[in-house]
C-alpha cells in the first residue's frame, strides 16, 4: 500500500462538483484531489466546461471515453426492453459506467478514495456507490455528509472564488448522454406546469414535417444497421436522436418514484431509444412465442427496474440476461418505423425466425398449415370458457334455468372450408 492521500472525484465542472474540490482539502483532509470526468455522449460544450473549471481550480483532471461501453449496455437494455415508468433509463445506465471509469483511474493514480458531488435526495449517490463500495477505496459524499444546499454552495464559491458558471441547463438541472436527456427543477417541479418548448433540444416540436422511415436492423436482439448500413453503436444512436428528433420523437413527461421513495417531475427527450425499442419490441412480436412474450415481460419489468436501481451488475441481473438472451437467439430481422408527428411506429418487420405462418393466418386460403382445418376449432371453441359459464350460471340456478351445454367429446363437425364466412 502507498502512504498516498489522494481521491479521486466524479467532476462535471458544475456547482456541486467544484465546491467539493476545496472541501475535500478543508474539511477531509485530504492532500491531493483529481477529477475525473467521463464521456457518455455528453455535449461538448460540458467537457469545456470541466476542462476550464478544472484550470481555474488547480485541479489534476482526466477524462475518459466510456461512450462505447455505455451504447452496449445500452443496446443490451433494448433487449429487455427497458424502461423505467415511461423513461428509458439514460441516467440509470450511464451511472455505473461512470463509476467504474472513474475507479479505474483511482487505482491507477493511487488514490484512498473516491468521491462525489450528489446529494442526499436522488438515486445517483446509490447508483454511484453500489459500484465503489465493491472497491477497497474510502468512499465520501461531501454534498450529501455537510448536508449543503445550493445557497449555501454559491455563498462558500463567491467567498471561496471558485469558477461557478450557471452551468449549461440555466435554472435547470440537465443530465445528458446518448440515449437520454433529462430537465428537471425550477418551474417544472410544479406538476401542473406545461413545460415550455425551450427545455428541449433534441427534439422539435412536432410541425407539419414530412413523414419519415426508417428500417432498423437488429442480430441476437443488438441493433446493427441502419438502412441496410452497418453503423458502430455510438454512431447508430447519434444519428437515429437527429433523425428521430427532427420529427418531435421520443418526449416523456412523468412523474418519477425515485428509488428512496420522493417522487420527482422529470421531462426527458430520447429519440434514439424511442425508435430502437419500438422496433426491437414489434420483432419480438414477429419472432417470439406467445408465452415467451408474455413470460418476457416480466423478466423484463424486473430487468427495468435492477437498471434503475443502479445494479446491472447484480446476479439477478446476470440470470435475467441469460434468459434474455437465450430469447434473443432468433431476435434477428429488419424493422421499419416511420417517424411522424411526435410518433414512431412500426410499420413494417421482417425475419427469417417468424414464428408466423401467413398460410395459417390469411383470410384469402381455404386451407391452413399441417392440414389444421378450421373446423379443427369446433372443439376448442366449445370448451373455451366452459368453467366460466358453470360459474355464471351458478348465479340463475335460482330461477332453475340449467341452460349449459356440456362440450360433445364425440362431436366431429366437418364443414366446407369455402362455406365459412370470415368474422
Ligand atoms: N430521474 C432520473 C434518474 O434518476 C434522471 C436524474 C437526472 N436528472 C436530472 N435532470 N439531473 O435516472
Not at 61 to 85: G, K, P
Not at 144 to 166: I, K, M, Q, S
Not at 196 to 220: C, L, M, N, R
Not at 330 to 336: K, S
Request: proline fraction near 4%.
Amino acid at each position: 500500500m502507498t502512504d498516498t492521500n489522494r481521491v479521486a472525484l466524479a467532476f462535471s465542472g458544475g456547482l456541486d462538483t467544484t465546491v467539493c474540490v476545496p472541501l475535500l482539502e478543508e474539511e477531509y483532509g485530504y492532500d491531493e484531489v483529481i477529477g475525473v470526468t467521463v464521456d457518455v455522449g455528453q455535449p461538448e460544450s460540458e467537457f469545456a466546461e470541466a476542462a476550464e473549471t478544472a484550470a481555474a481550480l488547480g485541479l489534476e483532471h482526466y477524462v475518459v471515453d466510456a461512450r462505447e461501453a455505455f451504447a452496449e449496455l445500452c443496446f443490451q437494455s433494448v433487449t429487455a426492453n427497458a424502461t423505467y415508468q415511461g423513461y428509458p433509463l439514460g441516467t440509470a445506465l450511464a451511472r455505473p459506467v461512470i463509476a467504474s471509469a472513474i475507479l479505474d483511474v483511482a487505482l491507477e493514480h493511487d488514490c484512498n478514495a473516491l468521491a462525489h458531488g450528489c446529494t442526499g435526495k436522488g438515486n445517483d449517490q446509490l447508483r454511484f456507490e453500489t459500484v465503489w463500495r465493491g472497491s477497497s477505496l474510502e468512499v465520501i459524499a461531501p454534498i450529501r455528509e455537510l448536508g449543503l444546499t445550493r445557497e449555501w454552495e454559491l455563498e462558500y464559491a463567491e467567498e471561496h472564488d471558485l469558477p461557478v458558471e450557471g452551468g449549461s441547463g440555466g435554472r435547470y438541472s440537465v443530465d445528458t448522454n446518448l440515449w437520454s436527456r433529462a430537465v428537471e427543477g425550477s418551474e417544472l417541479e410544479d406538476p401542473a406546469t406545461i413545460p415550455d418548448d425551450h427545455i428541449y433540444k433534441w427534439t422539435t416540436s412536432p410541425s407539419g414535417k414530412e413523414a419519415e422511415f426508417v428500417t432498423v436492423t437488429f442480430e441476437d436482439g443488438y441493433p446493427v444497421a441502419l438502412d441496410g448500413e452497418e453503423v458502430d453503436p455510438v454512431s447508430l444512436i447519434e444519428t437515429l436522436n437527429e433523425q428521430a428528433g427532427a420529427h418531435g420523437v421520443g418526449r416523456t413527461d412523468v412523474m418519477e418514484d425515485r428509488m428512496l421513495g420522493l417522487k420527482v417531475r422529470e421531462n426527458y427527450e430520447h429519440p434514439a431509444a424511442t425508435v430502437l425499442l419500438t422496433a426491437h419490441e414489434a420483432l419480438e412480436g414477429l419472432v417470439l412465442t406467445a408465452e415467451e412474450r408474455q413470460f418476457k415481460a416480466q423478466v423484463d419489468q424486473q430487468w427495468a427496474q435492477k437498471a434503475y436501481e443502479g445494479l446491472v451488475d447484480s446476479p439477478l441481473v446476470a440470470a435475467l440476461d441469460g434468459f434474455i438472451a437465450e430469447t434473443q437467439k432468433r431476435v434477428t430481422g429488419n424493422v421499419t418505423v416511420k417517424l411522424e408527428g411526435g410518433h414512431c411506429r412500426p410499420v413494417a418487420r421482417e425475419s427469417p425466425h417468424a414464428a408466423y405462418s401467413e398460410s395459417a393466418a390469411s383470410f384469402d386460403n381455404a386451407d391452413v398449415t399441417e392440414s389444421i382445418t378450421q373446423a379443427d376449432a369446433t372443439g376448442v371453441a366449445k370448451y373455451h370458457g366452459f368453467q366460466s359459464r358453470l360459474a355464471n350460471a351458478s348465479f340463475s340456478d335460482a330461477e332453475g334455468d340449467e341452460s349449459i351445454d356440456e362440450p360433445d367429446d364425440e362431436s366431429t363437425t366437418t364443414t366446407d372450408p369455402a362455406e365459412i364466412a370470415h368474422d
